[in-house]
């Protein structure tokens, strides 16, 4: 089976068709830099980064694009506030930004674009869009008209009327229809600007993605991502937009995703309803990787309960997952050999199966969920082999740690492997003390032997000594 997704344009699951063979062009809405993003946020940047991982890993070359958005009125409130220019606010969140991204797995976009730093891309958008007759300006506004753009509405399923039902216009606004919004607003006092040519003024939020993208990845793309919230107005704002600067009937993207809600106490999370914590708040509490976990442990389209006794079991899922690694290295140390009435042939199928089952799930719309559990029958297999068998050939430790290091390649829950830092001077003095204590413990001296656990303990190792030696693994 190959690849399908489920697009919001279509809402039906459909094959994935890239435009370019073997070349896939992702853009997905990241950050208002304006603070910590909280839980909720995380799951966008974690399930993306997911499929990200997978098409990479089915062979397509990825340019993947996240935005920072550095300038908007939360952004200029927040630094009013600190007394602080907005972009030292930017320059402060997207070095926390990046710091918790990097906690919890998720790997570097290929372009992190920044809106104040593309004002010219911006500003020709807008021309663009003036020049096909779709925007107007309007006492140094720039306007989208939406009556110009009978499309409007196709992402989002809603008709005119009933989006115009929904329209405001907000104090200060001179737009010709309560639907038109702003591409470029004119200057107020105090607030950042840049000139252009209808005046000084700064970009309205829709059109930084709708300029960068097109920048990065071009008028026609893959995929394009971001939270369920965004799809309207955002992304229906975005695609009204690109579609009309381009000029084109390509359509802006091909395939829209959104994940679903993370709820807390069956509300949104979210900064303006003050339920939220921030992700620095929950990896401060529990190990990164059990956010991780938490966030791939359900479809990325359901709706998701945030809860302590949900990160809590993620965390003990890590740990699973953590110790059966270990466990795996520590008997390839110590129990390699010839086992005569070990079924080498019969493991391996095994293996197989459940990678054709991986393989599933991931294509079928990057169920994580099922993935997941598929990890765990992985695991389970490997820990009764290691069980049933006190000596295990080579090729049984080859394909268990390729299996693991594979999954974990695209799901990235397991973290990193200390046995692979074997080589580096911390692992190496671990396993000097722990020498150091075996032979205090073959001469009696418990004093010294105690004292080298506790020393290590301190520093987040944890001891386990067995039949075969001692065995050591860094707590999360
Ligand atoms: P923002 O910084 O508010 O633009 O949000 C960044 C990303 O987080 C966007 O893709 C939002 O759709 C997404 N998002 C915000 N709140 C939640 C939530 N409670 N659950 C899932 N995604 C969310
Ligand atoms: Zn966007």
Redesign the pocket.
């Known amino acids: 089976m190959s690849l399908a997704l489920f697009n919001d344009l279509t809402r039906k699951k459909e094959p994935f068709i890239p435009i370019k063979e073997g070349q896939v062009t992702f853009y997905?809405?990241?950050?208002?830099?304006?603070d910590y993003?909280?839980?909720?946020?995380?799951?966008?940047?974690i399930v993306f980064d997911v499929l990200r991982r997978w098409l990479e890993h089915e062979g397509y070359h990825v340019t993947f694009v996240q935005n920072f958005?550095d300038i908007d009125d939360k952004m200029i409130h927040r630094a009013h506030k600190e007394g602080i220019t907005v972009q030292e606010l930017a320059e402060r969140f997207i070095a926390e930004y990046n710091k918790d991204a990097n906690a919890l797995g998720i790997r570097k976009p290929d372009v992190s674009p920044r809106a104040t730093e593309h004002i010219p891309e911006i500003i020709h958008t807008i021309e663009r869009i003036i020049e096909n007759g779709h925007a107007y300006v309007s006492d140094g506004d720039v306007y989208f008209d939406i009556q110009s753009w009978p499309k409007y509405g196709t992402l989002c399923k809603q008709n005119l009327e009933d989006l115009e039902a929904g329209a405001r216009v907000e104090p200060g606004e001179k737009k010709k229809d309560p639907l038109d919004f702003a591409l470029w607003k004119a200057e107020k006092p105090g607030e950042p600007s840049w000139p252009s040519p209808w005046g000084n003024g700064r970009p309205g939020w829709h059109i930084e993605c709708s300029a960068m993208s097109s920048k990065y990845l071009g008028d026609n793309i893959d995929i394009h991502?971001?939270?369920?919230?965004?799809m309207f107005p955002?992304h229906e704002n975005e695609a009204a937009q690109s579609e009309a600067a381009s000029g084109t009937d390509k359509p802006f993207v091909n395939y829209w995703l959104?994940?679903?809600?993370?709820?807390?106490d069956n509300e949104?999370?979210?900064?303006s309803l003050g339920n939220?914590l921030t992700a620095r708040a929950a990896i401060e509490k529990y190990p990164p990787l059990a956010l991780r976990f938490f966030m791939l442990s359900a479809h990325y389209r359901s709706?998701?309960n945030f809860t302590t006794d949900a990160l809590e079991q993620s965390a003990a899922g890590v740990s699973r997952l953590r110790n059966s690694r270990s466990d795996l290295n520590f008997a390839a140390k110590t129990r390699t050999g010839k086992n005569e009435s070990f079924d080498l042939k019969k493991f391996q199928n095994e293996l197989d199966e459940l990678h054709t089952k991986f393989s599933e799930a991931m294509n079928d719309d990057f169920n994580t969920a099922a993935a997941m559990g598929i990890l765990f029958d992985v695991v389970y297999l490997i820990n009764t082999t290691l069980k049933e068998n006190d000596i295990l050939p080579d090729e049984f430790f080859t394909l268990s740690k390729n299996a693991l290091g594979e999954y974990d390649s695209i799901l990235g829950v397991i973290g990193p492997d200390d046995s692979e830092s074997e080589h580096d001077e911390e692992s190496a003095e671990i396993e000097n003390l722990i020498q150091e204590r075996t032979n205090a413990r073959k001469t009696k001296d418990f004093a010294r032997s105690d004292e080298i656990r506790n020393m290590l303990k301190a520093r987040g190792i944890v001891l386990e000594d067995t039949p075969q030696g001692t065995k050591w693994k860094r707590e999360l």
Request: positive net charge; hydrophobic residues 35%.
């Open positions: 997905s809405c990241g950050p208002t830099v304006y993003f909280h839980v909720g946020n995380s799951r966008p940047f958005t991502s971001g939270g369920v919230d965004l955002h959104h994940n679903g809600f993370l709820l807390i949104k999370m979210s900064k939220f709706p998701i």
